[in-house]
């Protein structure tokens, strides 16, 4: 949902996120509304659709996560125009770095045809069969994340995932972030605190 106030706050957690192990995850960004009917429907009308087409079609043409979400926190940046034309192409070129004139020319194909709608509609209809109806809904590793999270509950969410998927290793990446460090010093604390009871 592009012009969601929750996924935008949520995307800026997803931006801290990528800068300490965006090597160990898989951006996937899905869409909530209605997909049947002659058009898609949004919760936050027909620019939010726009700006949902928009992301997906970028996220076609992305070379990495980080290229994508730039993309988006641009858009968020200027919620109110979430939808238009200029609006994507100059966060396709400033933020997302595409400059290549027919990567552009295929961006404004895919926003503007029935592409992007397919796109869409392919987007909410995954969002229905896993039984997301609201905005944001964050999953790692196939688990929901709490509706508080921070970027810091999702660092070690990743990094717990990271480790079993490992066999238990922990990631380099992992060690000393400061999720980390606080979850280490809070079962210390804990610990503390039982054995003084």
Known sequence: ?????????????????????????SLSIDYVGNPNG??????HGPS?????IQQL????YAASDRQ?????LCQNAQRDDIGSQALARSCAVAAAG????????SLTDCWSSYQGEGLLRRSMSYSMKRGITY????????VESGEDDTADDFVAAICKAASAAAGGSQPAQ??????????????????????QR
Request: glycine share 4%; proline share 5%; aromatic share 4%.
């Open 48 to 52: 939010e659709c726009q700006g949902n």
């Open 135 to 142: 905005s944001p809904g964050i999953f790692i590793a196939g």
């Open 57 to 60: 079609c970028l996220a076609q």
């Open 1 to 25: 949902m592009s012009k969601c106030p929750f996924a935008i706050e949520s995307e800026s957690q997803i931006s801290k996120v990528l800068k300490q192990v965006g090597d160990l995850m």
């Open 68 to 72: 994508l979400l730039d993309f988006v």
């Open 38 to 43: 002659k058009a898609p429907t949004c919760k």
């Open 174 to 195: 992992c060690r000393d972030t400061p999720s980390q460090v606080e979850h280490t010093q809070a079962h210390t604390d804990s610990t503390h605190r039982s054995i």
């Open 98 to 105: 595409i400059t290549d004139e027919e990567t552009l020319a």
